[in-house]
C-alpha cells in the first residue's frame, strides 16, 4: 500500500488549493480515503473522508469549504479547498482505512496567510 499526496502550498486568505493523492497497492473504492490535518500544537484532525455507498464525511470547520472526491479510474482522492482561512494551516495528511489498518501518506503543508 502507498499513498502519494500532492499540492499544498501558500496562498492568502479566501484562497483556494487542491490536495491529490494517488494510491496503489489497494483499489481506492473499497475502503476508506480521506485526509487528516495536523497544526503546530494542536492534534491531528480528521479533515474529510470518503467511503462507498455514503456520503462525505467533513469536519465541521470547513463544511461548505473543502469537498472530497474520489477518481477510481486512477485511483485518486482530491480534496478541493476553497475559501481558505488561516485556521486552515496545517500538515494535511493523506490516510486509508484497510481492513482495520490505517496507512498514511507524507504530509503536504498548507499556509493560508491573513
Known amino acids: 500500500v502507498h499513498l502519494q499526496a500532492c499540492g499544498g502550498g501558500l496562498v492568502h486568505a479566501g484562497g483556494s488549493l487542491r490536495l491529490s493523492c494517488a494510491a496503489s497497492g489497494f483499489t481506492l473504492d473499497d475502503y476508506a480515503i480521506g485526509w487528516f490535518r495536523q497544526a503546530p500544537g494542536k492534534s491531528r484532525e480528521l479533515v474529510a473522508r470518503i467511503r462507498s455507498g455514503r456520503d462525505p464525511d467533513y469536519v465541521e470547520s470547513v463544511k461548505g469549504r473543502f469537498t472530497i472526491s474520489r477518481d477510481n479510474a486512477k485511483n485518486t482522492v482530491t480534496l478541493e479547498m476553497n475559501s481558505l482561512e488561516p485556521d486552515d494551516k496545517a500538515v494535511y495528511l493523506c490516510?486509508?482505512?484497510?481492513?482495520?489498518?490505517?496507512?498514511w501518506g507524507q504530509g503536504t503543508q498548507v499556509t493560508v496567510s491573513s
Open positions: 490516510y486509508a482505512r484497510i481492513d482495520g489498518h490505517e496507512y
